[in-house]
């Protein structure tokens, strides 16, 4: 199975934004859904994990959910700040194999 | 606190070959499980693959069989990504990370990523 999201998005400072995350095959609620933030030159660290779990130390500004009709996974940040440009990568994984979707990078201007 | 530190970056021709260390530190290694991924310039991640860190068995996704493999030195708390045979496409940032907890799929930490630079 594979993971789609938008290449881009782009926001305004203080609004909100949802980055999506389709699964191509299967239901996308049979598996948890995770999502890692990644800022230019530092490696990815986790947001959302469980599908919508946050670790401590993310704000509640991340939010994750799951919607069974689209077969999606959304991540929303709302009250965007400019240190929340990155880019945004969803993962899943089913029996043998970890999907990683092509990221979507978050521009807040 | 639980941290994971990765070799320095690498430098080689076409052909040769290369092994990156991923040392762990802050728990016990054997309870976690360890992945590898890739990340060329530009481009997104992907799933290498993983080692199961009390067992030491390895498994390799679609497209990482062959010339790459996963070994473990569980004496000094330490994995190991070795690729042979190295091409041009390589050249990526390869990545270590730790299962978050046994038995999830969520990965937390990451290593801070090795540089693997492949040009004649």
């Known amino acids: 199975f594979m993971l789609t999201q938008p290449h881009s998005v782009s926001e305004s400072p203080g609004k909100t934004v949802t980055i999506s995350c389709t699964r191509t095959?299967?239901?996308?609620?049979?598996?948890?859904v995770e999502w890692y933030q990644q800022r230019p030159g530092s490696s990815p660290t986790i947001v959302i994990y469980?599908?919508?779990?946050?670790p401590s130390g993310v704000p509640n500004r991340f939010f994750g959910s799951v919607d069974s009709f689209s077969n999606s996974a959304s991540l929303t940040i709302s009250g965007l700040k400019t240190e929340d440009e990155a880019v945004y990568y969803c993962?899943?994984?089913?029996?043998?194999?970890?999907?990683f979707g092509g990221g979507t990078k978050l521009t807040v201007l | 606190q639980v941290q994971l530190v990765q070799s320095g970056s690498e430098l080689r021709k076409p052909g040769a070959s290369v092994k990156i260390s991923c040392q762990a530190s802050?728990?016990?290694?054997?309870?976690?499980?360890m992945i590898w991924v890739r990340q060329a310039p530009g481009q997104g991640l992907e799933w290498m693959g993983w080692?199961?860190?009390?067992?030491?068995?390895?498994t390799y996704a679609q497209g990482f069989t062959g010339r790459f493999v996963f070994s473990l030195d569980t004496s000094v708390s330490t994995a190991y990504l070795h690729i042979s045979r190295l091409q041009t496409e390589d050249t990526a940032i390869y990545y270590c990370?730790?299962?978050?907890?046994?038995?999830?799929?969520?990965?937390?930490?990451w290593g801070q990523g090795t540089l693997v630079t492949v040009s004649s």
């Open positions: 802050g728990y016990n290694f054997n309870m976690y499980a």
């Open positions: 990370a730790r299962a978050a907890a046994p038995r999830t799929n969520w990965f937390d930490p």
């Open positions: 095959s299967g239901s996308i609620a049979s598996k948890y």
């Open positions: 469980d599908d919508d779990q946050r």
């Open positions: 080692i199961n860190t009390n067992t030491g068995n390895p």
């Open positions: 993962q899943s994984y089913d029996d043998t194999t970890l999907v």
